[in-house]
């Protein structure tokens, strides 16, 4: 009896199945696996041939930085290290309608004066990438256009002749090699497509921009290992309807993880943010109860965004609700439940919301004590001081713990016109600064019932005035 010659294989995580199933068992995605031709058999052992012997060297030896292209869009050149490197692939995920075409295509314009650029477009024709460029106002650029989905004549037209400088693929999932029979975005067309375009862009020494689509979990869409193959994976984020974009690096193997350049979207395209701090804080308001600036540090930039909360009572009767944006919810549920245990703040019959203004997501532990002082100031209807940024992380036990890059986080601070700080009592260790140092006056504090004591300090004082 023959063999099959079609597998089943995920679309989502490109696991491979002898027979149709509903559900994928190894990433629990629902209706993903679809029939594909079986890839013919590799031969089995190394028999029959000798392979040539490579040559071994030591880690010792001359190894310069390698060249870059630098495009003269700040934001992206910071992203990507200091410019993009020759013979490197980046891919660049990101939402439908989030500005990954808009932002390649102005970077392409860009190096397109220097360099010779090509931008193939599998999702627009060439007269609708004009229409993007008109809008821009890059039409003067010099940069070659294409509308082209089949491998094999992208790959015959960019392997003759001069090869260009960048090349961009508008997207990696609309690319078909007419060798496989399963259909474009499946994860052996991807996989195979990609391979192809790297070790192009490898031989012949150009810069390969791949845009990727995205799942609705955010994540790139078609095989892991796609990220892999890769020398930079970068994020496209942000609201559709805010103005700002960040752009952040996941991986970059000629630059800095979690860096991230900030955008905002306008009438003539993405614009480079410098001072992302200031523009973050340009609609704050002082003195309002529930909001706090929060001294963060996103790659190696510095960065101050505000933290606002709002406790409200559970009018409903029914369970609180918790709505978070721009934070992970299990994050805000382990402060709350800290500030109640350690504190006897009881908030777990109240309705919580938390946001991060500005559309920026953060991640990072240091924003513990900015939400637990934001949630605290609305509680207790007292304002964090219009003049005072927040920063550090909480332990289960109740302890303030150390975060790094603390005198980077209080010189921002400063340079925005910040006077006090509120801070771990104890620095990481190898830290170049003591706890009394710094460009402002820091508060120091140990531990979440220190924090309790400043505000019900406020309450009193307040409660004298009156």
Known sequence: ??????????????????RW?????????????????????????????????IELVGLEGAAAPPPRLVTGIA?????????????SAILIGGDPGIGKSTLLLQA?????????????????????????????????????????????????????????????????QTMYLDSLDSAPGTVSQVRACAAELIRLAKRRGFVLLLVG??????QIAGPRVLEHMVDATLYFEGERGHPFRILRAVKNRFGATDEIGVFEMTDGGLDGVANPSALFLAERRGNISGSCVFAGVEGTRPMLVEIQALVSPNASGGSPRRAVIGWDSGRLAMVMAVLDTRCGLALGGNDVYLNVAGGLR??????????AAALLSSASDIPVPADMVVFGEIGLSGEVRAVGQAEARLKEAAKLGFAKALA????????????????????????????????RQGNNSAGQKR
């Open 21 to 53: 199933a509903g559900k994928c068992e190894s990433c629990g995605a629902w209706n993903s696996i679809t029939e594909e031709a079986a890839p013919d058999s590799v031969p089995k052992g190394l028999a029959g041939k000798s392979g040539r012997k």
């Open 75 to 87: 934001e992206l050149d910071r992203v990507a290290g200091g410019g993009l490197v020759p013979g």
């Open 424 to 455: 771990p009592a104890v620095h990481r260790a190898g830290s170049k600064t003591k706890a009394s140092d710094g460009p402002i006056a820091a508060q120091r504090i140990g531990h979440v019932q220190d924090l309790m004591a400043l505000f």
């Open 1 to 18: 009896m023959a063999k099959s010659s079609s597998r089943y294989v995920c679309q989502e995580c490109g696991s491979v199945y002898p």
């Open 362 to 371: 953060v991640g990072e532990p240091a924003a513990d004590l900015a939400v």
């Open 108 to 172: 392409t314009a860009a190096l397109a004066r220097q360099y010779p650029c090509v931008y193939i477009s599998g999702e627009e024709a060439v007269d609708q990438v004009r229409l993007r460029a008109r809008r821009l106002d890059l039409v003067s650029a010099p940069v070659q256009l294409a509308s082209a989905t089949n491998l094999r004549d992208i790959v015959a037209s960019l392997d003759t002749g001069t090869a260009p400088a960048v090349v961009v693929i508008d997207s990696i």
């Open 213 to 218: 689509h995205v799942t609705k979990d955010g």
